[in-house]
């Protein structure tokens, strides 16, 4: 139960443990947050991503990040019905990782406006 630095693996929060910042898989420690954060949507990397990083395993540049806000979105949905209900979900599961804190508002805003197709 203890939150770990999935990079690092230092214990993170509590009153005697560092400060984390949140990513989508999990927290990192400050140290490990500067590290990562020149990388473009750093917010999606997995904890084997960001344990490569730290250990210098790979080059931040040759990382690629799978997130829904930087990949262009997949081409040809057949039906735009449809589509359209699941995007209101998808709308709202952004909202809970806006209000948590996990992404921005202004990542919030450039998902929401993809999924309304604007
Ligand atoms: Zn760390």
Redesign the pocket.
């Given at each position: 139960m203890a939150r770990k630095?999935?990079?690092?693996?230092?214990p993170?929060g509590g009153v005697l443990g560092?400060i984390?910042t949140k990513l989508f898989y999990g927290e990192?420690?400050?140290?490990?947050?500067k590290k990562l954060k020149d990388i473009m949507g750093y917010q999606y990397l997995t904890p084997t991503q960001v344990n490569d990083i730290?250990s210098n395993r790979v080059q931040k540049q040759d990382v690629k990040v799978e997130s829904p806000f930087f990949n262009s979105g997949s081409s040809g949905t057949n039906d735009p019905g449809a589509n359209k209900a699941s995007s209101a979900d998808e709308i709202r599961k952004y909202k809970e990782l806006l209000d948590e804190g996990i992404i921005t508002q202004e990542e919030f805003d450039i998902a929401k406006k993809r999924l309304l197709g604007l």
């Open positions: 630095c999935i990079g690092c693996g230092k993170i560092a984390g990192v420690c400050l140290s490990c947050n730290i």
